[in-house]
């Protein structure tokens, strides 16, 4: 049976079960008063999982303190409507460029969630604590993995450098913990801070730690946000394949010059100089500095993607994310 016609079944029982309600209550008024919702709409509960396998590593929510914490974090993403619709929205654009890299940096799929929760997968995000970009380094962590940050140039606001770059803090961070739970908690709370009290608390996973409360809570929400983009319509996202951010395709164009003027830049390659900054968030300034004659790369999107025609969907990159 198609999710849509589903759907439309259930709103269908829940409509006739309502009515059905108030009139076989009519024989007494007053109770039938008393006993009728405040509110059109309700709000259920959501039920957690026994279990789940996040990186090749279970979780089992049979504990308290497991248990709760993911109930949570899954009510939490299931209710926030508007920024869990754009988060599976914005990944149609952005997981077929970052999934690639993942495997070929040999890190688990499902670190992608990560990013999800660190930036909402926005490659222009910028926190209070001057953390940025879609896996939101600071500027002393992204030098530390290879990239480059100066003046008009900042590779943290590059999707694949900065991928590539959260790879290597979390492959280094794997290694030395032996599990991605505890990498991805190190991720938000330092090797450091992970390392010290793991020794100090005397506890083996990192799970058991007792942490600021958004280090605590961060591994659950990597968790929970996973099991929404897995069966959204069953959290009550109904997404059809035009609702989605359609992939991009660009023409590549390399430069190992100084440009002086990234605004005449953009109109040789047809396009403005905003479309130019927004798929090339990296160049800071409006002029590209480069007396060392690097090779960079300038991704110009093609005249055919800058529109959404209509009767044509984007391509969809996970089906389950999409009712028919």
Same mark, same amino acid.
Request: aromatic share 14%; proline share 4%; glycine share 6%.
């Given at each position: 049976m198609k999710k849509s016609l589903l759907i439309s079944i259930i709103i269908l029982v829940v409509g006739l079960g309502t009515t059905l309600f108030f009139l076989t209550s009519g024989n007494n008024i007053d109770k039938t008063e008393s006993e009728k919702p405040q509110v059109l709409a309700m709000t259920a509960a959501v039920t957690i999982p026994e279990r789940?396998?996040? =990186? #090749? &590593? &279970?979780?089992?929510?049979?504990?308290?303190? /497991?248990?709760?914490?993911?109930?949570r974090e899954l009510n939490s993403f299931t209710y926030f409507h508007s920024t869990t619709m754009l988060l599976i929205k914005r990944a149609n654009r *952005? $997981?077929? *460029?970052? &999934?690639?890299?993942?495997k070929k940096e040999g890190v688990p799929d499902d670190i992608k969630y990560l990013a999800v929760i660190e930036s909402n997968?926005?490659?222009?995000a910028v926190s209070?604590? #001057?953390?940025? #970009?879609?896996?939101? $380094?600071?500027?002393?962590t992204g030098r530390e993995n290879g990239l480059e940050v100066r003046t008009d140039v900042d590779e943290r606001y590059h999707i694949e450098k900065s991928t590539v770059a959260a790879c290597r803090y979390l492959k280094n961070a794997y290694n030395k913990y032996g599990s991605w739970s505890a990498a991805a908690m190190s991720y938000n709370g330092g090797q450091a801070r992970i390392t010290n009290e793991l020794r100090d608390q005397k506890v083996d996973d990192a799970l058991d730690l007792w942490l600021v409360e958004e280090t605590t809570r961060y591994y659950y929400r990597m968790l929970a946000i996973k099991q929404v983009f897995e069966q959204p319509w069953q959290y009550g996202f109904v997404i059809k394949p035009e609702n989605l951010y359609k992939p991009m395709e660009f023409k590549k164009v390399n430069v190992t010059n100084t440009i002086p003027?990234?605004?005449? $830049? =953009?109109?040789?390659? #047809?396009?403005?100089? =905003?479309?130019? /900054?927004?798929f090339n968030s990296w160049l800071r300034t409006d002029k590209l500095n480069n007396a060392s004659g690097k090779s960079y790369t300038i991704l110009i999107p093609t005249d055919?993607?800058?529109?959404?025609?209509k009767g044509s969907d984007p391509k969809v990159h996970n089906p389950a994310w999409v009712v028919d």
């Open positions: 789940i396998t996040f =990186a #090749g &590593e &279970e979780t089992v929510f049979d504990r308290y303190d /497991k248990r709760e914490r993911m109930d *952005i $997981f077929p *460029i970052i &999934e690639p890299i993942l997968l926005d490659h222009r209070p604590a #001057g953390a940025v #970009g879609l896996w939101q $380094f600071l500027q002393s003027d990234l605004v005449t $830049f =953009a109109q040789q390659n #047809g396009i403005t100089y =905003a479309q130019l /900054k927004d055919e993607d800058l529109y959404y025609k």
